[in-house]
């Protein structure tokens, strides 16, 4: 016996709350994932600078070679090959990671330290190689520097994403695509209340289901490339940071893949609302978090934030432009219904698409500030010829749908435009695939390309200290060898005691102090000591005086070291920072988009208080039949299938007679 409908819907009903309170769980821990303490991944770790420089010519043989790296990398994973003018190779003596941060972090900046064999005079070649720690991104570059020999910089060596990998991300964009895209088709399609309609929404939810079983294997797969491909242990990468991030997302995509069930097996539309909402929601903030956005020893919430709508907004948008055309298009039967159908569903897709357009182009260039550095980077890097290519595709795509529109729009014209709508969803694969080879590949970041803006002490400090005057300065003032003056003077005449001995110590940005240096006497009250400096950035310089019959005279002095050698090559067009200028513009463009939504809301309001009904997104085209049945009105769905259905059946006799 039939379990009556009432039943039904209170079982149900008493079910719902369940689902509600499981996605209130889950929203509470992707909240916890994205304010919590624990880093972001997948940063694509990169030479952030290295001693000696590219291109840099020493007076003496280093004992040691730092790379800096802009996050943790594996040390296991580091190869290190030096070869000398001659094609000798020589293999560094030991390998030791140096954090520049907190030690436990695996997105802290970090340096490999090399301790070299001694080094004859001469050019030596370096190569390295290693891969990023949380997301095992593989990255390697070439330095040349001489010992008493002129060499010239190799210059930029960027490294080009894996194919297999670029694969294997793009699979996951078009999961994620057709599980968000297909449930906005079906919901589109649902209500018509048109001839085939049913069916039509029944083949959305399918491609919701395939899209979503589709991303979370695909993102099964690449986990096992990238653990297969680096020699790390899965239990160890699960256990990483990039393994909870990991699984944020595999838990959005296996949410998805439960509603797209629920709504293609049961019909619950709460249910499969809720597990849809929360899927979402986890799938994009994961991905965001596994990308570049994610990048950095804190969480950036606003970018993290901005990088989910984008995602959200694209693959929605992209992946209901490719339902539809797969649905009502491509596997329609050819009848006049299909067709109707498809006006009207494009009809009604325009104004989420308009809103996710609009979303997509204020989060992407946010989001390009800080991948992008210098307009030279954009144009000779891998990853911003990338970017710029994907641009193109997505102003294409932004052309195609205008025309769309206005055929959509037009009055008297009765045709679907059926090539345009498909050369649409065709170039929204193509910028999935272009996304797909950005999040695989490393950001135009590369100090090459963009300008420093590292601002280092140039001048003296001085201040008074007891009954002294003292003044500190540093120089080349450079990562290396240096030489730190003092000069000190006594204020009181005669002065109580003369200048024993003068001690120096220096304190890194990280809070490591080094040893005492005693100071050489020069002349006319100055002092020197020569002083090794590790790496660019804050340093504390610590003078203590020392004179006979008096206590000690200590002072400290903030100094800022400056970079290695300008390694900016000259530019092309520019190599200008303009990380700046496109958040301003982002900016501009987010208060253009509120406005427009106010001002479209208002429009509606307006409308509405007018005697329009809501929901009327398009107006009735005179038939074939002739001018009777045109109408200035708006017609609801439930007003337009019977005079589609009319006019079917009309054209239907009319082929019947003509036979």
């Not at 997105?107 to 720690?133: C, K, M, N, Q």
Request: include cysteine; glycine fraction near 10%.
């Amino acid at each position: 016996m039939a379990t009556p409908r009432s039943l039904r819907s209170g079982g149900a009903a008493r079910r719902v709350p369940l689902v509600r309170r499981l996605a209130l769980v889950l929203a509470a821990v992707a909240a916890m994932t994205l304010a919590g303490p624990v880093p972001t991944a997948q940063a694509h770790a990169f030479l952030a600078g290295s001693n000696p420089a590219d291109g840099q010519v020493l007076a003496a043989a280093p004992a040691q070679l730092r790379l800096q790296f802009s996050e943790s990398v594996v040390l296991s994973a580091t190869r290190i090959d030096i070869v000398n003018g001659t094609g000798r190779h020589i293999a560094p003596t030991s390998l030791a990671v140096v954090s520049q941060g907190d030690a436990g972090s695996t997105e802290a900046p970090v340096e490999i330290v090399a301790d070299l064999p001694a080094l004859d005079h001469g050019t030596y070649r370096v190569s390295w190689e290693t891969l990023s720690s949380d997301d095992l991104h593989a990255t390697s570059g070439v330095l040349v520097f001489g010992v008493d020999e002129a060499v010239t910089a190799r210059g930029l060596d960027e490294t080009s994403p894996r194919p297999v990998e670029a694969g294997l991300r793009w699979l996951i964009l078009i999961g994620l695509a057709g599980a968000l895209g297909g449930a906005l088709a079906a919901r589109l399609v649902h209500p018509t209340a048109l001839p085939g309609a049913s069916y039509a929404a029944m083949v959305a939810r399918r491609c919701s289901a395939v899209g979503a079983i589709t991303g979370a294997v695909a993102a099964v797969i690449l986990l096992a490339y990238q653990v297969a491909t680096s020699g790390v242990g899965a239990a160890q990468l699960l256990q990483s940071s990039y393994g909870a991030r990991w699984g944020l997302r595999e838990m959005g995509l296996l949410l998805l893949v439960g509603s797209a069930l629920v709504r293609l097996l049961t019909l619950r539309t709460a249910t499969g609302r809720t597990l849809l909402a929360v899927g979402a929601v986890l799938a994009c903030i994961g991905t965001a978090l596994l990308g570049h956005s994610g990048a950095g020893a804190a969480t950036n919430v606003t970018r993290v934030a901005a990088a989910a709508a984008h995602l959200g907004a694209a693959m929605t948008w992209a992946g209901c432009v490719v339902v539809i055309a797969l649905v009502l298009l491509v596997r329609t039967d050819g009848g006049l219904p299909g067709r109707a159908m498809a006006r009207v569903v494009l009809r009604r897709f325009g104004p989420p698409a308009a809103v996710c357009v609009g979303v997509m182009v204020v989060t992407g260039v946010y989001l390009s500030s800080d991948v992008v550095g210098s307009v030279d980077a954009a144009l000779f890097t891998i990853y911003g010829r990338t970017l710029l290519l994907k641009l193109t595709l997505a102003g294409v795509v932004g052309v195609l749908a205008l025309v769309n529109t206005l055929r959509l729009r037009r009055h008297g014209d009765g045709s679907t435009p059926r090539g345009t709508v498909l050369a649409e969803a065709v170039a929204a694969v193509g910028v999935l695939a272009l996304a797909a080879v950005l999040t695989s590949g490393q950001p135009a970041m590369e100090p090459q390309l963009v300008q420093s803006t590292a601002v280092a002490t140039d001048t003296l400090v001085d201040r008074p200290v007891a009954d002294l005057q003292e003044t500190v300065t540093i120089r080349p003032n450079q990562p290396g060898p240096n030489v730190v003056f003092v000069d000190v003077f006594n204020t009181r005449r005669p002065a109580p005691a003369p200048v024993r001995e003068v001690e120096v110590v220096l304190t890194s940005a990280d809070g490591v102090t080094g040893a005492p240096l005693a100071a050489e006497p020069l002349a006319n009250g100055r002092w020197s000591v020569n002083a090794n400096v590790g790496a660019p950035g804050r340093v504390t310089v610590q003078v203590t005086v020392h004179r006979n019959g008096l206590p000690d005279a200590t002072a400290a002095y903030p100094w800022t070291v400056g970079g290695l050698p300008d390694q900016t090559r000259p530019a092309v067009v520019s190599t200008a920072p303009i990380g700046s200028v496109l958040r301003v513009v982002a900016l501009v463009l987010l208060v253009l988009l509120v406005l427009l939504v106010l001002l479209g809301l208002g429009l509606a309001l307006r409308l509405s208080r007018g005697g329009s009904r809501p929901g009327q997104f398009f107006k009735a085209s005179r038939g074939p039949t002739g001018g009777a049945g045109r109408t200035r009105g708006a017609l609801k769905g439930d007003e337009l299938a019977p005079r589609v259905h009319d006019v079917a059946s009309g054209a239907r006799a009319r082929e019947y007679e003509t036979h």
